[in-house]
């Protein structure tokens, strides 16, 4: 009998929801309640995205903008998906983790975010968009 660990050895996915890559341009928005709500906006790229949460890469983050985030949990709006269309998703959610690498050349972050519950339209627009992302031809 094979245990969990044999399958996530094999590049099995245990995953309720599962991760579609992507690489889409995208703005994030993150709330920083104590500055009045005064968002941090960043542009990025979502690396990947399910029906529960995105993994986000934000390039040219600063210290100072890193800093705020780590005080608490922080609400995040990730903005134009998919990418250069009329109607775009956006999705609403908390940062759960993140991954800070300050380079000499340029700091990354990467951002995994929840996505909060959302209304009926919203969770339909969003299966309807990795759906596409399942079939291209769609």
Not at 3 to 9: G, L, N, P, V
Not at 74 to 98: A, C, H, Q
Not at 107 to 115: D, G, P, R, T, W
Request: proline share 8%; net charge negative; aromatic share 8%.
């Amino acid at each position: 009998m094979a245990s969990i660990h044999d399958e996530e050895t094999h590049g099995i996915e245990r995953r309720r929801h599962p991760r579609h890559p992507l690489g889409a341009p995208v703005k994030v928005r993150i709330l920083v309640e104590e500055e009045t709500f005064t968002p941090l906006i960043f542009e990025g790229v979502c690396e990947n995205i399910s029906r529960s949460g995105a993994l986000v890469t934000v390039s040219a983050m600063s210290g100072k903008a890193y800093r705020k985030l780590i005080r608490r949990p922080r609400f995040v709006r990730v903005m134009n998906l998919p990418p250069d269309e009329p109607k775009s998703l956006s999705l609403f959610g908390k940062l759960i983790w993140y991954d800070y690498q300050d380079d000499q050349d340029q700091s990354v972050c990467k951002l995994a975010i929840a996505f909060e519950p959302m209304e009926e339209p919203a969770a339909l627009a969003l299966e309807e968009y990795l759906e596409t992302l399942r079939d291209p031809t769609v």
